[in-house]
């Protein structure tokens, strides 16, 4: 007689789902998931400027409650998910993943005028949501290296490149301010993309000393960045191809990832890996 599988639990196939790319559900919570963080993402951004925020001030609101509310659902089916919610919670995404969540929060429960400047540096703690991408581009990731080795290696360059430009635009904004030229994000942004190009217009400056001393290391950063197309990481980046022998399986138990396909046990704790 035919053994028959065994059924999943209700927790083992939403693990399933949410932490793994290799179903189709799974597929699809990603391209959904990745769907709000850049729009998240984008909002915020939006947010900054003046004239956008006075105008769609409602409208940006509202939709930035609807995502926070997902987001926070989406942190809360994580925790439940893993038998070991700790080793999620006090994990690298875990903690992004708090992070872009809180800020909304609280800033509903902070208020008073005197808190209006503190209120807009929590806000801002949103765009920590773009680390949140990272998780994601694994799978893509193993199609793209194994295309040409150089157009790989300038995607994830400039992929990254981007993400730290962002960043680092958001913290000049929330140290210089509009009273030191740094009116919104997208003009931050294109400040830190500037002077990480060590192109240096000039048309805006950090005048605060904490903030020229952060664009004294993004300098400095720059000149780092210029060498990683001649070959440093290029050689590591050969080294990497072994990331073409791991699937996107996230241990229940402990939450550790980078498992080798076809692997049955976690590398980390022993446990089952289809449980």
Known sequence: MKK???KKDWRSRLHEIIYEADTKEGKLFDVILLIFILLSVFLVILESVQSINEKYYALLNISEW???????IEYILRIVSVKKPLSYIFSFYGIIDLLSTIPKYLSFIIVGSHNLIALRALRLLRVFRILKLTRYIGASNN???AMKASKTKIAVFLYFVIILCIILGTIMYIIEGAENGFTNIPKSIYW???TLTTVGFGDITPQTPFG??????????GYAIIAIPTGIVSSEMTKKNQILEENTEVCPNCAA???????????????NLHS
């Open 257 to 271: 990832e980078h498992h080798k396909e076809k692997a049955k046990h976690c590398y980390q704790c022993g446990s």
């Open 192 to 194: 830190a993309i500037v």
């Open 143 to 145: 199609l793209i290296l």
């Open 212 to 221: 020229q001393f952060i664009a004294s290391i993004i300098m400095i950063i």
């Open 66 to 72: 609807i995502i926070t509310i997902l987001f926070s």
């Open 4 to 6: 028959t599988k065994p």
